[in-house]
């Protein structure tokens, strides 16, 4: 049993799973070696990966503006970043395009929301949406561009925009700026090297191949871009599994990160750092249909993505401990089976890890968060609060 796992145990012995609990000690060590990794360019901390005000507040130090080497926050949602903004958050950058016509209206109307939130956008048709919900108002924009490799007719990386070459850029930052919004960046989000584990030869030679084109045309589009409408305050690029590789271009001016805090299970494989989990759920067992297996309630929280066997939920104590091939984690039953599962009496506990971040946070309304002297507070996650961004 490591240490994090340990405290969580001993700290949650008298709270009844279903729960969540963070290391905060876990925790501010990822961030400290967020920080490290991305080698003095700032860290913008991805909400989706958190999901809980809290921890955003612990991972900016102390509050939800900037600190400890991090800036501001990157947020998936419009309303939720309206929501962080009226919280005291203060640099938000929308990580999608957004076609909620009430929150542009919202943003269109508070002068401080429009100082704060940065709207993500890649056409043409995004600027309509927002002058026809919001009207004309000087909305800050940044430009998603395709990060992704092409080798021939291979594309190697996520369908995110349709930007590519420098001209196609500045078109839609020129337009921009003629119909009044304030272009301040541009964004290149490398999937297929943040989110692919290097464990392989073949895996590490696209990474290289994709960083070395990407670096050659990132800075190209930014000369485009700033040629139109000046300099920029943002060129934001990477993710936990790419700091490194971003960081070292010069025109990059941060790089974001959130699954690096929390480190699920989908970052066990990567060789860029180590990873040390700080997340971890308990469910209880509830039934012995064998001696071989118990059966715990509820654990279903299967992770978005590909559907595969690298999305379910992982067993992490006891130790020896797995899913049944046929049933898997379930909605409301998991069977657990293995070494471990014989000894499992009812209303004892396993824990398991969750294969992406902030996911998790989707199925609990609060997370406990347990300090290196295993002291506990309880924190709501954002549907603890009440709020659901899809």
């Keep these: 049993m490591t240490p994090t796992l340990d405290r969580l145990i001993a700290s949650t012995t008298e709270v009844d799973p279903p729960l969540a609990a963070v290391d905060l000690a876990t925790l501010r ?34 509050n939800l503006t900037a600190g400890n080497g991090f800036r501001g926050i990157m947020t998936y949602s419009l309303r939720e970043a309206i929501w962080l903004a009226r919280s ?5 950058l929308m990580g999608y395009p957004t076609a909620d016509r009430g929150a542009l209206a919202e ?16 056409s043409d048709e995004h600027l ?9 108002v000087p909305a800050r924009l940044c430009i998603d561009v395709d990060a992704s490799l092409r080798l021939g007719p291979v594309h190697i990386g996520v369908r995110r ?40 030869p073949p895996v590490q030679w696209m990474k290289r191949a994709s960083a070395n084109e990407l670096t050659t045309r990132r800075g190209a589009v930014v000369d485009a871009v700033q040629a ?37 299970t989908l970052f066990d494989r990567y060789r860029s750092f180590r990873p ?18 118990a059966t715990l309630f509820g654990g279903g929280y299967i992770a978005s993505g590909p559907a595969g066997s690298a999305r379910v939920p992982r067993p992490a104590w006891p130790t020896g401990l797995k899913l049944l091939r046929n049933e898997g984690a379930g909605e409301v039953q998991t069977p657990v089976t293995g070494s471990a599962a014989r000894s499992l009496a009812v209303g004892d506990r396993v824990w398991f890890r969750h294969a992406k971040a902030g996911e998790l946070c ?11 002297d295993g002291s506990r507070t309880v924190a709501p996650t954002y549907r603890g609060e009440g709020q659901c961004f899809g």
């Design 29 to 62: 060590s990822n961030a400290v070696d967020l920080v490290r990794r991305a080698e003095g360019t700032p860290v913008r901390v991805a909400s989706k990966s958190v999901r809980c005000r809290a921890v955003l507040e612990v991972a900016l130090g102390g």
């Design 88 to 92: 005291g958050a203060q640099d938000i």
């Design 107 to 122: 943003l269109a109307s508070d002068p401080v929301l429009l100082e704060r939130i940065t709207l993500m956008v890649d």
């Design 128 to 136: 309509d949406v927002i002058t026809a919900a919001a009207g004309s």
């Design 161 to 200: 925009s349709p930007l590519r070459t420098p001209s196609q850029v500045a078109g839609v930052a020129v337009r921009a700026d003629q119909r009044g919004f304030a272009v301040v960046g541009v964004m290149f989000y490398e999937a297929q090297i943040a989110g692919l584990p290097d464990s392989s």
């Design 228 to 264: 139109v409408v000046g300099v920029l305050e943002i060129v934001n690029s990477g993710g936990t599994g790419s700091l490194e590789v971003s960081s070292a271009d010069p025109v990059v001016t941060e790089v974001t990160a959130g699954s690096g805090l929390y480190v699920p």
């Design 276 to 293: 040390h989990p700080a997340l971890y759920f308990a469910l209880p067992a509830v039934r012995r249909p064998t001696p071989a297996i």
């Design 362 to 372: 989707e199925r609990f309304h609060e997370v406990h968060l347990v300090e290196s």
